[in-house]
């Protein structure tokens, strides 16, 4: 089972930009998907995650600015994010648990791509 992330870059305080992230493989199921970062000198924190059926959970700093997609046929995980700030810089990781066919349960991760923000 693999996560690729796409998306990342260098965008200036108020502009927008979109994450994806593409699960591949033996995959039976995926149920929670998410988006983590880690600035440096920081841990890792979640900045949002759905549920197979939708439900979705932000950490407070990016409510009203990110939204979490999901598209179980394809097993993609986007994120949508507007308003960037300074403080969103960071490396973002994609998440997944996932059920393989051989019915194993793991959390998977990407390999992370670079946000800056930054006039």
């Known amino acids: 089972v693999q996560l690729q992330a796409y998306g990342g870059g260098l965008v200036q305080p108020g502009g927008s930009l979109r994450l994806s992230c593409a699960a591949s493989?033996?995959?039976?199921?995926?149920?929670?998907m998410g988006w983590y970062r880690q600035a440096p000198g920081n841990q890792r924190e979640l900045v949002a995650r759905?549920?197979?059926?939708?439900?979705?959970h932000y950490t407070d700093s990016v409510k009203g600015r990110f939204t979490i997609v999901r598209d179980n046929a394809k097993n993609t995980v986007n994120l949508q994010m507007n308003s960037l700030e300074p403080e969103d810089t960071a490396v973002y990781y994609c998440n997944a648990n996932i059920l393989t066919y051989s019915w194993q349960r793991s959390d998977y991760w990407g390999q992370g791509t670079l946000v800056t923000v930054s006039s």
């Open positions: 759905i549920t197979s059926g939708g439900t979705t």
């Open positions: 493989g033996s995959i039976r199921r995926i149920d929670d």
